[in-house]
C-alpha cells in the first residue's frame, strides 16, 4: 500500500505546477497498471476523497473545486472531479447535513455532469467501479483515468487556504435544521411577488435583441431591486444578517466580467473581492442584497456579451486585435452601467427614506456590518492596477451602455 501512495505522490507532483513532466507521469502510470500488491484503485479513490476533505477544511467548497479543474484541466479530468465530488459528499451524507448553499452547489454539479450524478456501485472501489461503468476497462482507458486521477491530486494538492464562508464539514450537525421564511428575514418575504416581477424583467431584458428596450427593463428591475431590498430591511427592523459566496467567472475577459460584478454589487450595497489567479469573486452583503446582485449581474453579462457580438467595430478585429477591444469594450460597459444604476437606486432611495426616518440609520448600520466581516475575511486587500485599453473598444462599450433612455 505504501507503494502505491508513493507512486501516486509522484504522479501528482510530475502532473501539474512547475515541476510538471508528462513522461515521469507516463511511467508512474504504467507502474499502477502494473501493481498487484496492492489494489492501486482503491488507494485512490481514499486519496481522492481525503484530499477533497482537506482542502474543505482549508475553506474551499465543491463549485470552487470544479471551477479550478474546469479552467485548466481537460473535459476528461473535469467530469472525473465532478463525479469524486459527488461521491465524497455521498459519503459524508452532505446532503441531509450541509447548509442549504452548499447542497445547492452539488445540485449544480449534478446538473451539469449528469453520468456523473448517476449512482454506481463502489465495490471494491469508486474508480474502479467508475471505469466499470464506462464500458470500457481496456489498458488505453485505464491508463486515461490514471491520468485524470494525478491531474487532480495534482492540482487540489497545490491550492492554498481561502477564507472560510460558513462552518467546514467538521462542524456540520447530524442533520440540518430547516429554516422557515425568506432569505435575511424573520417571518419570510416582505414582498413574495417583487423578487418574482425583478426576475421576469431580467428575463425579458435577457431576451430582447434591442439593447434601449434591455437597458430600460433593466433600470426598472434595478429601481424595483433597491425598493425590494428596503423593504426587507425595515420588515426586520434592521437585523439582517451578513453572508458571503463565491461567484465564478468563465473565460474569456475574465477581468473586466468581475468589474462588472463590482459595480453591480456597489449599487446594492454589496462588497466585492476578485482572485484573479483563480478567476473567483467573493461577494459579502446580505442574502437579499446577494441574491439580487447574482440576478442582475448574470442578466447584464448576457446583454453586454450579446452587445459586443453585435458591434461592427469588433466584427472588424481578428486576433490579439479583437481580444484587446472586446476587454475594453466590456470595462467601459461595467463601468457606465454602474452609473446609470446608481442613479436608479438613488433615487428609489430617495423617495423610500420620505417616508421612513428609520431607514437611513438602518442603511448605516448594515454597511458598518457588511464592512466589518469583509475585513475580517480579507484584512489584506490590495487594489488592482487598471489594464491599458483598447480606446476605439472602450468608446464603442460606453456608447452600448448608454443608449437607452433610462428616464
Known amino acids: 500500500m505504501n507503494q502505491v501512495r508513493d507512486l501516486l ?12 513532466d508528462l513522461r515521469a507521469v507516463d511511467e508512474v502510470v504504467d507502474r499502477l497498471i502494473a501493481s498487484e500488491q ?31 479543474v474546469r479552467r485548466q484541466q481537460t473535459v476528461a479530468v473535469a467530469s472525473l472531479a465532478a463525479a469524486v465530488l459527488l461521491h465524497q459528499s455521498d459519503l459524508t451524507d452532505a446532503h441531509e447535513r450541509a447548509p442549504e448553499h452548499w447542497v445547492d452547489q452539488l445540485s449544480e454539479i449534478c446538473a451539469a ?9 463502489t465495490s471494491p472501489s469508486f474508480l474502479a467501479a467508475l471505469l466499470s461503468a464506462s464500458g470500457r476497462s481496456d489498458y488505453i482507458a485505464t491508463s486515461d483515468q490514471w491520468i485524470s486521477v494525478l491531474a487532480l491530486l495534482g492540482q487540489w494538492q497545490t491550492l492554498p487556504r481561502w477564507p472560510q464562508l460558513g462552518p467546514r464539514p467538521l462542524q456540520w450537525p447530524r442533520r440540518r435544521l430547516t429554516h422557515v421564511g425568506g432569505p435575511g428575514t424573520a417571518g419570510g418575504s416582505p414582498n413574495a411577488k417583487a423578487l418574482g416581477r425583478i426576475r421576469g424583467l431580467l428575463a425579458k431584458a435577457d431576451a430582447t435583441d434591442f439593447e434601449e428596450e ?31 459566496r463565491r461567484l465564478h467567472i468563465e473565460n474569456p475577459h475574465a477581468p473586466p466580467k468581475a468589474q462588472l460584478l463590482h459595480v453591480v454589487g456597489t449599487v446594492n450595497r454589496v462588497k466585492v473581492i476578485w482572485d484573479q489567479d483563480y478567476a473567483v469573486a467573493t461577494v ?11 440576478l442582475l449581474f448574470t442578466s447584464l453579462l448576457i446583454q453586454a456579451t450579446r452587445a ?46 420620505e417616508s421612513s426616518a428609520d431607514l437611513l440609520p438602518m442603511l448605516a448600520a448594515q454597511t458598518v456590518a457588511v464592512e466589518e466581516e469583509f475585513e475580517r475575511l480579507f484584512p489584506r486587500v490590495r487594489t488592482m492596477r487598471g489594464p491599458r485599453l483598447d480606446a476605439e473598444g472602450w468608446e464603442s462599450g460606453q456608447a452600448a451602455a448608454d443608449r437607452a433612455d433610462l428616464r
Open 9 to 20: 505522490r509522484q504522479g501528482a507532483d510530475a502532473s501539474y505546477g512547475k515541476t510538471r
Open 38 to 68: 496492492f489494489d492501486p484503485h482503491a488507494v485512490a479513490s481514499a486519496a481522492l476523497t481525503t484530499m477533497i476533505e482537506t482542502v474543505y477544511e482549508n475553506g474551499w467548497q465543491p463549485l470552487d473545486l470544479l471551477h479550478v
Open 113 to 121: 455532469y449528469p453520468k456523473a450524478a448517476s449512482r454506481i456501485e
Open 214 to 244: 434591455a437597458e430600460t427593463l433593466t433600470a426598472k428591475a434595478q429601481e424595483l431591486m433597491t425598493r425590494y431590498s428596503i423593504d426587507s430591511l425595515l420588515l426586520t427592523e434592521g437585523n439582517v444578517d451578513v453572508v458571503s
Open 284 to 294: 459579502v452583503g446580505t442574502p437579499v442584497d446577494l441574491e439580487q446582485t447574482e
Open 308 to 353: 459586443l457580438s453585435h458591434s461592427p467595430k469588433a466584427k472588424r478585429r481578428k486576433g490579439s486585435s479583437s481580444a484587446a477591444f472586446g476587454k475594453a469594450f466590456l470595462y467601459a460597459y461595467a463601468v457606465r452601467i454602474g452609473d446609470r444604476l446608481t442613479a436608479v437606486d438613488a433615487h428609489a432611495l430617495e423617495e423610500a427614506t
